[in-house]
């Protein structure tokens, strides 16, 4: 424990990520759960650095025009940054999204970042559970949907599109139990109230996005679109904000203070991961590193599993999302060259 805490803490004051300096310019970016944290601090550093057009991707319209507004005044301009509606508890919201993004000349970068933590048991109008609603099941969707048009938007920049996901580094170890893997289904299984544990529920939510991301990888070259996952670290945001009570304000200060990032400093990771070239295809990006795959994707079983849950997150998908597969054909196929 000692040792894992001091990792922690050099990872924010020792070895911090490095700021990136890449040039942006022209390039139209996607930033999902843009309203506050890692979201906004990332869509300040690509305008910064000269994209054409950075796209705020919230919930609350209203939010995010203020955020759009307090980000402009750092910025000294006003001419980048669109604020765009995106519910990840529904499944419109999200194909209402991505057919605005269909209507770009060109979209290059599209980091998906919106996530979220919860302590109770909370399902969405879907029916499941809102962790695996909005960091598996929504994540996956869209990247779906986004993906024919990062695909042919290479041939408007001649750079090769991005479509990064935002996971976490708990999703290493969170193996999916033998028992459970022998039931029916696996999402079905964490989708009941009785095996809801606010501990663990984030991080299967996130291995199965991981599971998800790999299939994308796989299955798409890194010439026509490199897709990655990275991992900001901890980081002081309210993702977890279910999690604190009356009382624990005064330690959880010093608790932020010695082993958070801020977010300004978390984004790094963010922007850095769409710097690395084809060579983060299908890997995970943390610490400024490549990092090798944890035990929950590690051995024959483990990528049966993978396998296991693609299938299971298309089913999931297919029952509320007319076309999905039709949509998934598209998305995996492969891009015509113009002539």
Not at 4 to 17: E, L, S
Not at 137 to 146: G, K, N, P, Q, W
Not at 150 to 176: D, M, R, W, Y
Request: with cysteine; net charge neutral; aromatic share 8%.
């Amino acid at each position: 424990m000692a040792a894992a805490m001091f990792r922690i803490f050099k990872n924010k004051w020792i070895t911090p990520p490095k700021e990136v300096h890449e040039d942006y310019t022209g390039r139209n970016v996607i930033v999902t759960g843009a309203s506050s944290g890692i979201g906004v601090e990332a869509v300040f550093k690509f305008a910064k650095l000269g994209a054409a057009k950075v796209i705020i991707a919230v919930r609350d319209l209203k939010g995010g025009e203020l955020t759009k507004s307090a980000l402009e005044a750092r910025l000294g301009r006003r001419d980048q940054l669109e604020v765009w509606e995106l519910d990840m508890m529904s499944y419109d919201s999200v194909e209402a999204f991505a057919n605005r993004a269909n209507e770009l000349d060109h979209l290059d970068i599209a980091v998906l970042n919106a996530g979220t933590r919860r302590v109770k048991f909370i399902q969405s109008k879907h029916g499941w559970e809102e962790d695996i609603q909005v960091n598996t099941l929504s994540t996956t969707l869209l990247a779906i949907l986004l993906l024919p048009k990062l695909k042919e938007s290479k041939q408007h920049t001649g750079k090769i599109p991005i479509l990064e996901f935002v996971n976490s580094g708990q999703h290493q170890n969170a193996v999916v139990a033998p028992e459970v893997r022998q039931k029916p289904s696996v999402l079905d299984h964490y989708n009941q109230k009785e095996n809801h544990k606010e501990g663990s529920q984030y991080s299967f939510s996130k291995v199965f996005l991981m599971y998800a991301t790999k299939k994308l990888a796989d299955e798409i070259s890194s010439g026509d679109v490199i897709i990655t996952s990275v991992c900001p670290g901890w980081v002081n945001t309210d993702l977890g904000r279910d999690h604190f009570f009356p009382g624990v304000h005064i330690l959880a200060f010093f608790f932020i203070f010695l082993f958070m990032r801020t977010s300004a400093v978390a984004a790094n990771m963010v922007l850095s991961g769409t710097t690395q070239g084809e060579g983060l295809h299908g890997r995970f990006w943390q610490h400024d590193k490549i990092q090798p795959n944890g035990p929950s994707l590690t051995g024959p079983e483990m990528k049966e599993l993978s396998a296991r849950m693609w299938v299971e997150i298309l089913d999931a998908l297919d029952k509320d999302v007319a076309g999905v597969n039709k949509a998934v054909e598209a998305a995996l196929s492969k891009q015509r060259k113009l002539v």
